[in-house]
């Protein structure tokens, strides 16, 4: 290939090829041809301008995704980023701010990360996007966003009491335990401790940030610092208790079938500090040791109805109410269940049992009077209970025959009249154990005579007065006389 180069001095494109002679032996050297000047063209203006409006439209697009200049957040310049990049360096500032703590010695610095602490960036840049983005140039140059800053307190803590271990002294909590001698729940006080007042210097972190500077200087003199348990919660926690020792037991329906004795219910509760709460607690192993033992107190036979009848079956009076039987039914998780209760906070365990139907039983009493043999019978249910003899009415005042029924009854009176001279012309005082039938004829007690088997009345049926005390009690209004030969 010829290697070619402009003349020197060519003036123009027209001026001819001139060839060099060899140098030391070399090939020629041509000189080329000087090339006319090429003529001035307008593309370049066009893409010129295209490239501008290219970079104007760019511009106008990052608008609206940028927050808008002069923007800050807890002290950082978040104007010109992204939510998500202005997110990112709150985050990152707040992670490496330093901390000195002072008190007397030398400083101990701590960054921010080490305890614990955190902002909510994501959604403080999101809002500040969204109240002042670039496009809006309204919304430039805002106020400072306040960021708050959470310093994680067991993160804190622990960070702190290794590092400034004088500052820290615990606290003791409020307790609740059982008192034997009152048989009831009782308090011991809260013991308040010291440490570092973490809220103090969340502030001062949030304070120092939000005026731009990279580090904070904090005291860390000790603080007092309450018990996680107060004596007021303490004392809620006892006064629960207490208030469930005077209903706790198990209930057949609304009645407490087998009360437990508050002792007892304090071997099945526990009052224990979970992360700073006061919470009940409950043994179902030993709720099972009285649970073996609720049979015995909860099963019982049904008591029969008894009650007295005439002979229409009308009730006359009631001697026994029936009550009805009863036993024990599945307890197979009465403990758990008791168990859970008490957790919950309540004391009433019901209890399931089958019931034993009770027998009603009636007795047909009656009082039979043979004037013939002068004897009084009591019956029941046509069995003779027993019998006695008796001085009915004499000639000319003879105990009337027929069936009639006991009416009025009275422990004592007067029979007669004091005037002799009136009818019946007898006055007998104190008469017992009077039970009319007939008029004006009762079955009585007699004081005055013990010809027994004889009639000696004025029509009624007289009897010695233990004998006559026995039947009023035996007999109520209503019961049947039959009177007869």
Known sequence: ?????????????????????????????????????????????????????????????????????????????????????????????????????????????????????????????????????????????????????????????????????????????????????????????????????????TGAISGALADGAEAVSYSSAPAEAPAAISDADATAVADQLNGMLKTIGFYVGDERTVPVDPAVAATWIDVVDADGQLEITADATEIQKTVATLAEQVDRAPVDAKAIVNGSGTVLQELTAGVTGRTLGDTSTLAADFATRLEAGEAVQPIEVDEVAFKEQTLLRQIDVNLSTQRVSAIENGVVVDSWSVSSGTTGYSTHTGSYSVGWKTSSQNMGNRDLTKAPYYFQPDVKWVMYFNGDQALHGVYWHANWGTPMSHGCVGMPEWRAQWLYNWTPQGVGVNVHY
């Not at 993160?155 to 409020?174: C, F, K, N, Q, W």
């Open 1 to 201: 290939m010829t290697d070619l180069a402009a003349a020197p001095g060519a003036a123009d494109s027209t001026a001819s090829t001139e060839v060099l002679p060899p140098i030391d032996g070399e090939r020629p050297v041509e000189w080329a041809p000087h090339e006319p000047a090429p003529k001035k063209h307008r593309t370049g203006l066009w893409v010129g301008l295209g490239v501008g409006a290219l970079l104007v439209s760019a511009a106008a697009a990052a608008s609206l995704i940028l927050i808008a200049p002069g923007t800050t957040i807890a002290g950082v310049a978040v104007g010109g980023l992204t939510p998500a990049a202005a997110a990112e360096a709150v985050e990152n500032h707040l992670a490496a701010t330093q901390i000195s703590l002072t008190d007397g010695g030398a400083d101990v610095v701590v960054s921010a990360s080490e305890l614990g602490a955190s902002i909510d960036a994501k959604s403080l840049a999101d809002t500040a996007f969204a109240e002042h983005p670039m496009w809006n140039l309204g919304a430039w140059l805002p106020e400072p966003i306040a960021g708050e800053i959470v310093l994680d307190p067991e993160v804190a803590h622990d960070t702190l009491r290794g590092l400034v271990p004088s500052a820290y002294e615990d606290a003791i909590d409020a307790g609740v335990s059982f008192d034997a001698a009152s048989n009831t729940y009782a308090t011991t006080p809260a013991v308040a401790g010291t440490g570092i007042d973490l809220d103090a210097l």
